[in-house]
């Protein structure tokens, strides 16, 4: 089992990445190593998903953190920002 | 100052024998010092230490101490520190000002502790040698040529060379125990659950955890009580109450069963650490513990079902950096797609798209069932192992790492090669069990970690076989030449 190229272009299109090819060789030998997991027979064993088993907590539907827009928006610069939104290129022409 | 333990300064701090301004300046000149040689720390933050510092200084004053009160510590830069850089390693986050403390950390600063700065770590914490750094790689201080470990290089190697009494961490597959072992100090990776992620950057959700780094089991039980707890922030936060980490240090070892995995023990482990690891396991003999050869028989299979798991959940949670909100955001984009693709792949360095990618192929349609449902059903398998082991022993002890510290550069042509430095560890994230580990001998003047294993929530128990060890024992009292 390995990647092509094609593969990876795919799987480059999906995570919003651009890769160059030479990243090809290091995913098919990380493959080679997950895929030991193929030869063990795991009949009628579980999926286990978390380490422990916790169940999802509820909370009363009140307002626990006042607004922290400004606070938040002074992670990015001046000029992406106007009227307290985010800007973005341009999507529609 | 600086080979003092926590409780031996808290008292020097309480009887006003020294200040915490001193011990904190002390510290400060340590790091100007010491760590242009190290690169330990990705940013310092001594005005926010001396005041605070000084705050602490009253609080003494005013007789309401504890143990924590004054006491200089770092954090991983994985941590949110509100108005202090926390960069997880990357370029990504370069210019992140997180508006908010971790849990964590927030607990910490209420014990009194003073952040004197964040440390270097791998990207995103995906590495085991700090070589993914986007701040350069950590040098370690018993041999400058060779890695810290990884993913928190720049905690232990702090530690290691006293820039401050303990340092926080975090491991997902050997993160904390892994360096700790290379640079010879003691570090504690607690039960899932055990301390608040909320704040912590994600990397992989079901197998990240965060413990304390420091000189000794007494420094990190000391940390952890203060770090241990329910949070309401965290989702997985356990409803429990910690033990007192400290009154148990000095329970009689009288009896304790010690299982020793043989699969630890295999041809993959350096003859010379397996010889280190027996020493150790003769003096906890000595103090009264009887020794079991037990077999956790799917060791060999935690390595590649943690490179499909952690990569799942990081392809994952490592959606969320598109630029828009905060991050790394290119100039002149295209449009919308140029500006997604290019923020992530300028942001992102080479081992943090290489595990996205391959999050990304075993969660895609065809493949999902193949690779990340048989890896949960093999997790399942590993946890059962120990599980099965706990029923006849209290701890497991063995390596903490196949081989010493390796030269900068020597394992970056194959990824795999890193990959296999975790093969000791990664099986106790899987199964979310605490592990520690705890320098108990040097080869070549490098340090040896021992990793001792507890069940669900032992923490006290491990503490407690570390610090027994450790009272008869000074490897842990070690300091690198250079950094005495």
């Known amino acids: ?92 022409e | 100052m600086h080979t003092k333990s926590i409780l031996e300064t808290a008292k020097d701090l309480q009887s006003k024998k020294i200040s915490s301004v001193e011990l904190t300046t002390h510290f400060l000149e340590r790091i100007k010092k010491f760590d242009p040689k190290l690169n330990s720390l990705i940013t310092m933050a001594a005005e926010q230490a001396l005041t605070n510092a000084s705050l602490a200084d009253q609080t003494i004053a005013a007789g309401q101490a504890g143990p924590l009160t004054g006491i200089p510590i770092l954090h991983k830069d994985i941590f949110c520190t509100n108005g202090i850089k926390t960069s997880c390693g990357s370029k990504m986050l370069d210019n992140f000002i997180a508006p908010y403390d971790a849990t964590l950390v927030k607990k910490l600063k209420t014990a009194g502790a003073i952040m004197l700065g964040k440390t270097n770590m791998d990207e995103f914490a995906m590495g085991s040698s700090n070589e993914n750094s986007y701040y350069g790689p950590v040098r370690n201080p018993w041999n400058l040529e060779c890695v810290s470990g990884g993913s928190s290089g720049g905690s232990a190697a702090a530690i290691a060379a006293r820039l401050a009494l303990a340092a926080t961490a975090t491991d997902t597959g050997g993160s904390i125990r892994q360096p700790a072992a290379l640079c010879g100090v003691t570090g504690i990776k607690p039960t899932y659950g055990l301390v608040s992620r909320f704040g912590m950057v994600a990397f992989a959700s079901s197998l990240d955890q965060a413990g304390p780094m420091a000189n000794s089991a007494e420094d990190c039980a000391v940390m952890l009580q203060a770090m241990a707890g329910f949070d309401p922030n965290d989702s997985t936060s356990v409803e429990k109450t910690p033990p007192n980490y400290v009154t148990h240090l000095n329970d009689s070892l009288a009896g304790l069963k010690i299982g020793l995995p043989h699969e630890f023990f295999s041809e993959q482990l350096n003859p010379e650490i397996a010889k280190v690891v027996d020493n150790a396991v003769k003096e906890l003999e000595k103090l009264g513990a009887v020794v079991k050869e037990i077999s956790l028989p799917n060791t060999h299979l935690s390595i590649p079902v943690y490179y499909i798991i952690a990569p799942a959940e990081c392809s994952s949670n490592l959606a969320r950096y598109d630029g828009i909100r905060f991050g790394y955001r290119c100039s002149n984009p295209k449009d919308l797609e140029d500006f997604y693709v290019r923020n992530r792949s300028e942001g992102f360095g080479k081992e943090v798209k290489r595990r996205i990618l391959i999050g990304t192929y075993v969660l895609s349609a ?89 069940n669900y929530f032992q923490e006290a128990k491990i503490l407690n076989v570390a610090h027994q060890f450790q009272k008869v024992t000074n490897w842990h009292t070690q300091i690198p030449a250079e950094f005495v």
């Open chain 1, 1 to 92: 089992m390995s990647f092509t190229q094609n593969d990876v272009k795919k799987l480059a299109y999906l995570a919003r990445l651009a890769v160059d090819h030479s990243i090809v060789e290091d995913l098919d030998r990380i493959l080679q190593l997950v895929n030991k997991i193929s030869e063990i027979n795991t009949d009628h064993i579980p999926p286990m998903a978390h380490a422990q088993e916790t169940k999802q907590r509820l909370r009363e539907d009140v307002v626990t953190e006042p607004d922290v827009r400004t606070i938040m928006q002074s992670e990015i610069p001046e000029s992406a920002k106007a009227a307290g939104l985010y800007l973005v290129p341009k999507v529609v």
């Open chain 2, 366 to 454: 065809g493949y999902y069932d193949a690779f990340y449902v048989k890896a949960q059903k093999i997790r399942q398998l590993i946890a059962n192992d120990f599980i099965n082991a706990f029923k006849e022993v209290d701890v497991i002890i063995g390596p903490t790492t196949p081989e010493l510290a390796f030269k900068i550069g020597s394992k970056n042509t194959n990824p795999i090669e890193m990959y296999l430095s975790d093969i000791y560890t990664t099986s106790l994230n899987l199964a979310g069990l605490p592990g520690l580990s705890m320098p108990g001998g040097m080869i070549n003047n490098l340090p040896v970690g021992i990793q001792v294993i507890g």
